[in-house]
T-cell receptor, first 116, second 114 residues
Framework: DQQVKQNSPSLSVQEGRISILNCDYT??????FLWYKKYPAEGPTFLIS?????DKNEDGRFTVFLNKSAKHLSLHIVPSQPGDSAVYFC???????????????FGQGTILTVHP | NAGVTQTPKFRILKIGQSMTLQCTQD?????MYWYRQDPGMGLKLIYY???????DKGEVPNGYNVSRSTTEDFPLRLELAAPSQTSVYFC?????????????FGPGTRLTVL
């Protein structure tokens, strides 16, 4: 039973255009949502997060949108750059800061390729 | 700071062999985690620790053991390696201040069991 799904295994975008990565979840009790980025042969690195009490969070070129009624999370990268080419994982957490002890549940990942 | 370091980077084991994956962090984080990532899949939590001497199971703990004798180290033990344990293993750490805090990941250990 997959609680977090990234239905697009890959996405190809031209440099300068917008990249939109999507994530769906099943449990309405999740209260924190995150995006991690992973380059080959490296560990994931934190990119951006959003609390369930918000619907948008922005950090430079990266914006995360949360649609709680649809249980849908998306990451927008504008403008996309070749260095953004990586695997992007969405992750969720229940009771952040409480008894979940920071445990993350990850989606399968989406491979983003940004062409020059 | 070196952050989270993992050794070895690569390892090939035969079925039934045992090994310990090492993980060390120098950020004085109290929370530490072990994840595995299978091809085309997301990371799955094996074990976690909220402080020295305290560990608990994650989503996929079978076939693994952990210990946490110091704040810095969180080794993962495979006692009887099986082909199903072929995966990339990531260690992570974070501090807790009552709200969510970012997890910092090591570079991973790629393990193949033949």
């Amino acid at each position: 039973d997959q609680q977090v799904k990234q239905n697009s295994p890959s996405l190809s975008v031209q440099e300068g255009r917008i990249s939109i990565l999507n994530c769906d979840y099943t449990n309405s009790m999740f209260d924190y949502f995150l995006w991690y980025k992973k380059y080959p042969a490296e560990g994931p690195t934190f990119l951006i997060s959003i609390s369930s009490i918000k619907d948008k969070n922005e950090d430079g070129r990266f914006t995360v949108f949360l649609n709680k009624s649809a249980k849908h999370l998306s990451l927008h990268i504008v403008p996309s750059q070749p260095g953004d080419s990586a695997v992007y994982f969405c992750a969720v957490i229940t009771n952040a800061g409480g008894t979940s002890y920071g445990k993350l549940t990850f989606g399968q990942g989406t491979i983003l390729t940004v062409h020059p | 700071n070196a952050g989270v370091t993992q050794t070895p980077k690569f390892r090939i084991l035969k079925i039934g062999q045992s090994m310990t994956l090492q993980c060390t962090q120098d950020m004085n984080h109290n929370y530490m985690y072990w994840y595995r990532q299978d091809p085309g899949m997301g990371l799955k939590l094996i074990y976690y620790s909220v402080g020295a001497g305290i560990t608990d199971k994650g989503e996929v703990p079978n076939g693994y053991n952990v210990s946490r004798s110091t704040t810095e180290d969180f080794p993962l033990r495979l006692e009887l390696a099986a082909p199903s344990q072929t995966s990339v293993y990531f260690c992570a750490s974070s501090y807790s201040t009552g709200s969510y805090n970012e997890q910092f990941f090591g570079p991973g250990t790629r393990l193949t069991v033949l």
